[in-house]
């Protein structure tokens, strides 16, 4: 009885220590893609939210072409969630990503067009989902969330 | 059966249009919004009538409507700015522009009357200036016509600088002043303004006049004050509007010359200011028939002065009688009375003349006081003296005869 006393107060104050401080509901969404221009170095600068990186890595894991980068445009929104979804023209796939000390990490790669690539994408802050219009005059468009597409629309 | 087919595929055409047509990307939206917000933002600033702004109005009009379903969209996307936000910073602009065309529209009035102005000042000046050259060689005696006409052309022209210079103003308002960056609406404004009132050619000729004025007319150092001022406040204004104008003209290749020549003849005129100071004071001494070699800086000044005293004092070992009289024109009437009260502040204040310079003058007048002055008074340390003798002498023979007089007539 005594050991199950000790138990039950020191689980308590076990968890009591550990729990941790939980601010919510919290929304992250960007209301509009950013658009930026990806400079000789491979980087890119969003001003607007004081975010900038290195985004080399990415253009080499979609096109397997290490100056894949050079005169290209990264279009990057971020979902109500927190993740940072990116993609570029003829990109197959639209990346998500979340933050991570210092870095993206990727979460999810969520593909779209296996053959041809994405022609013209751009997103729209949809909540809960992320849109992605592409095609010609945007023709196609997608839902998507940090787990994959969430609803595909029409084509 | 086929018509209900064409009649699918028809609906499903018209749906699948709008349903492209919604498609439309957010991130296009707001660029587009933004697009439209600065090319609206341009037309105002480059409007060049009223009229196109009353256009201008009815475009944040329809601006505002069109985009106002997108409202949320760019409330939160125009960071830091918001819809609203962006349509007033648009009316504001436009409001305060038409503001600027009231303005504009009293000034262009003004100028126009102002030139109506001038015009009639170039004649009569012109006709002024004739007419003192002509009192000057054919009537000289008539010394009362002369000054009045001088007068009346010193307050004519001032007139008239006053006037372009409040042209100046109007045409050039002072947000455009030392503005670097005006668009070429705004250039394209003042260039048309300015050659339309033909400014540069009025400038000049003010200038080329008032340096006439000063060759023709014998000045005192009150009026060549006022004419100093005037010149400084002309050439203030040629370095304040003067660097845009050239700028704006030369680009066009527009009077290049007259413009070159309006710095060199502000030169000029400043030049022949300090001149015209220089002859006037030869001519005070002249008047009095003193004749100085020319001068026309404080040195060549003190040379003159100083060769003409050592001359003096030369010859008044021969004609002290003279040289005298010639002191005392030279000193008590001409320097002492007129060119030491009156030119020489102005000759100082202008760094005509230094202190050392003056010390020289000042030095050699005593020098020849002393010969002439003091040398003509020596005989009276004699005659005076034995003036007092004799009249002493006579008093005590009166005093002593007197005396002997009343000793008899006590004896008698």
Known sequence: MKTTKFLLIGSFLFIAACSTLILKPADFAWPVESVLNVDNNGKVDIQRYSINFDARELFLKETGDSLGYQNQQLRVIRNSNGYYFMVANNFRNVYVFNNDEGTFRLEKKIEISGKTGIQ???????????????????????????????????? | MK???????IFSAVLLSSYISFAQQDYQTVQNFKAKVKQIDQAIQSASTADQLNQIKSQIDQLSSDYSSKK????????????????????????????????????????????AQIDTLNKKNSDLLDQLQQVQ????????????????LRYSLVKRDRLIMSMIDSLMPSNLIGNENLTNSEQQKIFSRTKKLDMISNIKKSIDDNIKFLSTAALTPNDLNSIKQQQQQFKKMWNTVGPQIIGIYSRRHEDVKNLKDIDADLISWDNAI????????????????????????????????????NDEIQNASSNQEESKASYHVFVDTVWTANVKPNWLPFLEDNQLITSSQTSTIEAKIAQWKSVAVAGSFSWLYIVVPLLLIIIIVIIVKMRSSKNKQINVEKEI
């Open chain 2, 3 to 9: 018509k209900m087919n064409l009649l699918i595929v």
């Open chain 2, 72 to 115: 949320d969209l760019l409330d939160k996307s125009l960071y830091p700015d918001d819809f609203n936000g962006s349509i007033t910073k648009l009316n504001d602009a436009l409001t305060l522009r038409q503001g600027d065309f009231g303005q504009i529209t009293n000034l262009q009035t003004q100028v126009t009357q102002l030139q």
């Open chain 2, 274 to 309: 300090m001149q015209e100071a220089w002859n006037s004071i030869n001519q005070s001494f002249a008047v009095h028939g003193i004749i100085l070699n020319q001068f026309s800086n404080g040195e060549e000044f003190t040379q003159s002065l100083s060769s003409f005293i």
């Open chain 1, 120 to 155: 013209n994408p751009a997103f729209n802050q949809r909540p809960p989902f992320i849109e992605l219009v592409y095609g010609e005059n945007g023709s196609s468009k997608v839902n998507l969330t940090e787990k994959g597409i969430a609803k595909e629309e029409t084509k």
């Open chain 2, 137 to 152: 060689t054919q009537d000289k005696t008539n010394i009362a016509k002369l000054n009045k006409i001088i007068a009346e």
